[in-house]
């Protein structure tokens, strides 16, 4: 089963504008990762929070952290039509290993 | 210093053969996971090796998948009997530290005909 779902599946948005991606997951959690996919190939790893974090910043990128919602954002802002992608979220929940969610597409519109 | 490389990049083979895919990690990871990914969907874990230990093969689908990796270093997943539910794309990471941050090779895209 899925630990973490995104939210939405889909997003489209006009370059410039700001992306929100939404993570929800079940149990208890180290840490959430946050990975790109381009084109169905390898991921990035873009941003890791602790279980003791609530937000983290790394340049255009802002990640919140709310434990006791289970649940996790990813903000890119001033997006780019580079940022076109699948954004997953990842979870380590407490057993050694990731589990992935199912991903956001983001669509960035020139 | 290089990345995670995996070879083939795309491998075509028909229903019933064995296939191997290949996975050299990051010099010095001790970390490396297997996952399989369909299309259009997230990545499901297979199996994951940490340093000298029993590798996790908690995610492995059924007896005719199975993987090695040798010297703690390169991995190979061998899929048995192939079914064209096995097609996928197939990636491997590798990570420093235990669920830190994974470093993917760019996958093997399996298509069984």
């Known amino acids: 089963s899925q630990q973490g779902e995104e939210d939405p599946q889909a997003l489209s948005i006009q370059e410039g504008e700001n992306a929100t991606m939404n993570c929800s997951y079940k149990t208890s959690i180290n840490n959430l990762q946050w990975y790109r996919q381009n084109s169905g190939r390898g991921l990035v790893h873009l941003i890791l929070?602790?279980?003791?974090?609530r937000e983290k910043h790394s340049g255009r990128l802002r990640v919140t952290l709310d434990t006791s919602k289970k649940s996790s954002s990813l903000l890119i802002t001033a997006s780019r039509a580079a940022d076109t992608a699948s954004y997953f979220c990842?979870?380590?929940?407490?057993?050694?290993?990731?589990?992935f969610g199912t991903g956001t597409r983001l669509t960035i519109i020139p | 210093g290089a990345g995670v490389s995996q070879s083939p990049s795309n491998k075509v083979t028909e229903k019933g053969k064995d296939v191997e895919l290949r996975c050299d990690p990051i010099s010095g990871h001790t970390a490396l996971y297997w996952y399989r990914q369909s299309l259009g969907q997230g990545l499901e874990f297979l199996i994951y090796?940490?340093?000298?230990?029993?590798?996790?093969k908690s995610g492995l689908p059924s007896d005719r998948f199975s993987a090695e990796r040798t010297g703690g270093s390169v991995s190979t997943l061998t899929i048995q009997r192939t079914q064209q539910e096995d097609s996928a794309v197939y990636l491997c990471?590798?990570?420093?530290?235990?669920?830190?941050?994974?470093?993917f090779g760019p996958g093997t895209r399996l298509t069984v005909t």
């Open positions: 929070i602790r279980s003791n974090e």
């Open positions: 990842a979870t380590d929940n407490l057993n050694e290993k990731l589990t």
């Open positions: 990471a590798s990570s420093s530290t235990r669920v830190g941050e994974q470093y």
């Open positions: 090796f940490q340093g000298n230990s029993a590798p996790d």
